[in-house]
């Protein structure tokens, strides 16, 4: 049996990849809403795999309209040797910025298809929003795809400097490129809280910022929808109250008969009642997060 693989792969192992790979073939068939999910810092392709399918799942019985248009993407955001998580921050920052180019040749050769839809809804995760900003940063220079009518950007727990959103911020552009963009973030990230800012001082990509994620900040733009999430740790969203939250972003009535059985819930439910008073661990010992 073949190796499951994201549907989008924009990297070789910890290297970004010089022409991404996609199977087209997969976006042929005429959906209501294509959904691409991008994953965060720290993963492999497995651990990936497994973060982005439980919000797939989750969302797909939240809203079976979106099953079979969601889509997952990975990139080279991985590094998971526990020592030198924090020196290789910088590196992956890197990455990040380098595999924006990448993405959007693949949308822009999704939309290329006559079955390509009139929406297109990113949801990404910590360093994933700065991916997905940058992306959104050449998109306003180059111009949308023709054909894209609506795009809705969703960013859960952003590692992206609040002051690179804001006005003449180095992304502002690719900030107000979507029809809709939603921050879901949290004041209880401790990662977000203690390891940002240091991992992007290292990184020389500002000194020790705020990141969207903790707060949402700025306050006064670009949001279309601003959403805190209540005791939320850096690895809560991939839960049933993320997809519960992104259904009403998107305007989707939930499903009565939804599957509320995925055991996403039960784990959010004991995030949400930890001592958040604990001392940080540092970064080069945080788990996996996505």
């Given at each position: 049996?073949?190796?499951?693989?994201?549907?989008?792969?924009?990297?070789?192992?910890?290297?970004?990849?010089?022409?991404?790979?996609?199977?087209?073939?997969?976006?042929l068939v005429s959906r209501f809403r294509?959904?691409?999910?991008?994953?965060?810092?720290?993963?492999?392709?497995?651990?990936?795999?497994?973060?982005?399918?439980?919000?797939?799942?989750?969302?797909?019985?939240?809203?079976?309209?979106?099953?079979?248009?969601?889509?997952?993407?990975?990139?080279?955001?991985?590094?998971?040797?526990?020592?030198?998580?924090?020196?290789?921050?910088?590196?992956?920052?890197?990455?990040?910025e380098e595999s924006s180019k990448p993405?959007?040749?693949?949308?822009?050769?999704?939309?290329?298809?006559?079955?390509?839809?009139?929406?297109?809804?990113?949801?990404?995760?910590?360093?994933?929003?700065?991916?997905?900003?940058?992306?959104?940063?050449?998109?306003?220079?180059?111009?949308?795809?023709?054909?894209?009518?609506?795009?809705?950007?969703?960013?859960?727990?952003?590692?992206?400097?609040?002051?690179?959103?804001?006005?003449?911020?180095?992304?502002?552009?690719?900030?107000?490129?979507?029809?809709?963009?939603?921050?879901?973030?949290?004041?209880?990230?401790?990662?977000?809280?203690?390891?940002?800012?240091?991992?992007?001082?290292?990184?020389?990509?500002?000194?020790?910022?705020?990141?969207?994620?903790?707060?949402?900040?700025?306050?006064?733009?670009?949001?279309?929808?601003?959403?805190?999430?209540?005791?939320?740790?850096?690895?809560?969203?991939?839960?049933?109250?993320?997809?519960?939250?992104?259904?009403?972003?998107?305007?989707?009535?939930?499903?009565?008969?939804a599957n509320t059985s995925v055991p996403?819930?039960?784990?959010?439910?004991?995030?949400?009642?930890?001592?958040?008073?604990?001392?940080?661990?540092?970064?080069?010992?945080?788990?996996?997060?996505?």
């Open positions: 049996m073949a190796r499951k693989r994201c549907d989008i792969t924009l990297s070789t192992g910890r290297i970004v990849a010089e022409a991404a790979q996609v199977t087209l073939e997969n976006f294509t959904v691409i999910l991008v994953h965060g810092y720290n993963v492999s392709e497995k651990e990936a795999l497994k973060s982005l399918g439980e919000l797939k799942v989750a969302l797909s019985s939240y809203a079976p309209s979106l099953a079979s248009g969601i889509f997952t993407c990975r990139w080279a955001g991985n590094w998971i040797t526990p020592i030198v998580r924090l020196l290789a921050y910088p590196q992956i920052i890197g990455n990040a993405f959007l040749r693949i949308i822009k050769n999704i939309y290329c298809l006559d079955t390509a839809t009139e929406e297109l809804i990113i949801i990404a995760h910590s360093l994933g929003c700065r991916l997905t900003l940058e992306m959104l940063q050449h998109m306003a220079a180059e111009g949308r795809p023709q054909g894209l009518k609506k795009l809705t950007v969703i960013l859960m727990a952003a590692a992206v400097p609040c002051e690179y959103v804001g006005a003449d911020g180095k992304l502002e552009a690719g900030a107000d490129e979507p029809d809709v963009l939603a921050a879901l973030h949290s004041k209880d990230d401790r990662v977000l809280s203690f390891a940002f800012g240091a991992g992007q001082t290292l990184g020389f990509d500002g000194l020790f910022p705020e990141a969207i994620g903790l707060r949402g900040n700025p306050q006064s733009r670009p949001w279309t929808h601003s959403i805190r999430m209540d005791a939320f740790d850096h690895g809560d969203y991939w839960s049933e109250e993320t997809a519960q939250r992104i259904c009403r972003i998107l305007g989707i009535v939930i499903s009565p008969f996403l819930a039960s784990r959010k439910q004991l995030g949400s009642h930890r001592d958040l008073a604990v001392p940080p661990l540092p970064m080069f010992w945080i788990g996996n997060n996505g």
